[in-house]
């Protein structure tokens, strides 16, 4: 396959740009002069990467890449944190016609295997400093840095089957943790990817002056949406190294000394700083923006934001990696003392959010909860080598299953409010029940979280010896706060929940265990229950 050189006329101004790579090294959009990627790694050390360099760094790995004969459509395992090379290199792939699926340098090596398994890929990339050793033949490998490509290991090379690429090959496939069983691969196509940042950018969230902090792993397609928001907008990535983003005076000093305005993460990368450096936090005077994503924000978590940084637009981004995501709802500033559920507002431009009943037909009516189903341009092709989840998962439309139109059943439970928009309630297997009745956790972790002396908290069902379930909930104290024992805050859950809903047992905890994604880790809290007395 030709490389994918942009032609002039591809750059003209105007023409639509439906490959990834295209889509954000748009010159139109951004200067060559202006910083594309700001990394602070250490403290007094800041390296800016501009649009030209990047652009350059781009060509020099696509070439590196196409030099190696690999087949047009074939799969590259890149394992990286998001550095400016690492940015550099996915587009690199995206502009050779290779997918890239995105793994962190933390990721055991077993779950390595089994993704390479799965996707078989020709090739390992990885930075030169990387640590992998112990890939297999006949992955090829390779390292990238500053100076260009170096191969290790030379992939098998395969006569191109492809000669044209197309906006629907696969852009990258993302491995989600999988809420239930094996892991799966989520194949996004370039026009699902480029669809979604089109439909994002109509937000206008940021601009070209705009520094944006990314604080997910590469593994996750957060790190994804933060690097087209910010190449998109023509504005800079300030990509957060992870170790640095569990400390909460490293986070605040990379977010200093890079003079980022934005920062983008799961709610759980505040709660630390929040706690412990609640003054440095408020003097970081350039910060004006946050979004969040991938959990609820508990809303005193939310509200001690928001005092600490009044001037700051609070972003609630709402979403499934099977379409990057779909909603940015602007929290309101203060949150209203009486509310309950934060909207998650409507689809982007060019998507649309129904909700569907029990029995397959469409809610119009606000106030009823349904399950989120998506019609979007952004949806992914299906789940990699699984048909039979991605039939679960893209579903007949049901306002016209003649149709062949297909739409994303998310799994998520919403309800309408009187002006369209939604309101995210929980996930449709939050549902538990508890003693044969139906418990939706998201409401037991709010009535703990509206306890003075609580800043967060999650509930799980817990198996009891005789079958059946118990509730059990874990709650992080507010710093300074005065909670009282789980007998209290038993009492406290009593006062507004059936019996049922109260928890048997309740366990306070400094700090709730996350997962790779920074998502709160259910499976660990219930790992480390005790077993039922
Ligand atoms: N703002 C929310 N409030 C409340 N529950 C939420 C929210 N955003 C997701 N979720 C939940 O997380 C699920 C999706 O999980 S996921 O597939 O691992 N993907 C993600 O979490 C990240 C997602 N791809 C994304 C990436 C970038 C920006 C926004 C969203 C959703 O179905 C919701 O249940």
Redesign the pocket.
């Known amino acids: 396959m030709s490389q994918q050189q942009p032609t002039p006329a591809d750059t003209a101004g105007g023409v639509r740009h439906d490959f990834l790579h295209d889509f954000l090294l748009d010159p139109a959009r951004h200067s060559p002069g202006a910083p594309a990627v700001i990394e602070s790694p250490q403290a007094g050390h800041t390296a800016v990467t501009t649009y030209a360099e990047l652009t350059a760094l781009v060509g020099e790995y696509a070439a590196g890449l196409h030099a190696l004969g690999i087949e047009p459509g074939a799969r590259v395992i890149l394992e990286a944190d998001t550095t400016a090379p690492a940015i550099a290199m996915l587009l690199a792939c995206s502009r050779a016609g290779l997918t890239f699926v995105p793994v962190s340098p933390e990721t055991p090596y077993r779950r390595l295997e089994s993704i390479a398994e799965t996707v078989r890929p020709a090739l390992h990339l990885q930075e030169l400093t990387g640590q992998r050793t112990d890939v297999r033949p006949p992955v090829g490998t390779a390292r990238f840095g500053p100076d260009g490509l170096t191969v290790d290991r030379a992939p098998v090379r395969r006569p191109p089957r492809r000669g044209t690429p197309c906006v629907t090959d696969p852009a990258y496939i993302i491995f989600?943790s999988g809420t239930t069983g094996r892991p799966k691969g989520v194949v996004m196509s370039h026009r699902a990817v480029v669809a979604f940042y089109r439909g994002m950018l109509a937000h206008r969230i940021a601009g070209p002056e705009d520094r944006i902090a990314s604080t997910s792993p590469l593994q996750f397609?957060?790190s994804l949406?933060n690097i087209g928001l910010a190449l998109g907008s023509g504005a800079s990535v300030v990509p957060v190294p992870p170790p640095l983003v569990r400390w909460p005076r490293h986070l605040l000093r990379v977010l200093r000394e890079t003079g980022a305005t934005q920062v983008n993460g799961v709610p759980s990368i505040w709660r630390q700083v929040l706690r412990h450096e609640p003054r440095r936090l408020a003097a970081l005077d350039r910060l004006r923006g946050v979004l969040f994503?991938?959990?609820?924000f508990p809303l005193p978590e939310l509200r001690r934001l928001q005092e600490l940084l009044p001037a700051a637009r609070i972003v609630?981004?709402?979403?499934?990696?099977e379409s990057?995501?779909c909603s940015f709802e602007d929290v309101p500033s203060p949150l209203p003392e009486s509310i309950e559920r934060l909207s998650?507002g409507t689809a982007h431009p060019g998507a649309e959010m129904l909700l569907v009943d029990g029995t397959g037909a469409v809610i119009d009516a606000p106030g009823v909860v349904g399950e989120i189903h998506l019609r979007s341009p952004a949806l992914f092709s299906g789940y990699w080598d699984d048909r039979e989840a991605t039939r679960a998962t893209l579903v007949p439309d049901p306002l016209c299953p003649q149709s062949g139109q297909y739409v994303l059943r998310?799994?998520?439970l919403a309800l309408r409010g009187p002006d369209g928009e939604f309101y995210?309630a929980g996930?449709i297997d939050s549902q538990v029940q508890i003693n044969g009745n139906r418990v939706e956790l998201a409401e037991v972790e709010r009535r703990l979280t509206e306890h003075p002396g609580a800043t967060a908290a999650t509930a799980i069902p817990l198996p009891l010896p005789g079958g059946g379930q118990r509730l059990a909930a874990f709650v992080v104290p507010a710093a300074g706060g005065d909670l009282g024992d789980a007998g209290a805050l038993r009492e406290f859950c009593a006062q507004t929940l059936p019996p049922y809903m109260v928890p048997q047992e309740i366990r306070l905890l400094d700090r709730l265990p996350t997962t790779a994604?920074g998502k709160v880790d259910r499976a660990a809290l219930a790992a480390g229950a005790e077993p039922a007395a």
């Open positions: 989600t397609d957060f949406l994503c991938g959990e609820e609630n981004c709402y979403g499934a990696t990057m995501a998650i998310t799994g998520d995210f996930r994604n």
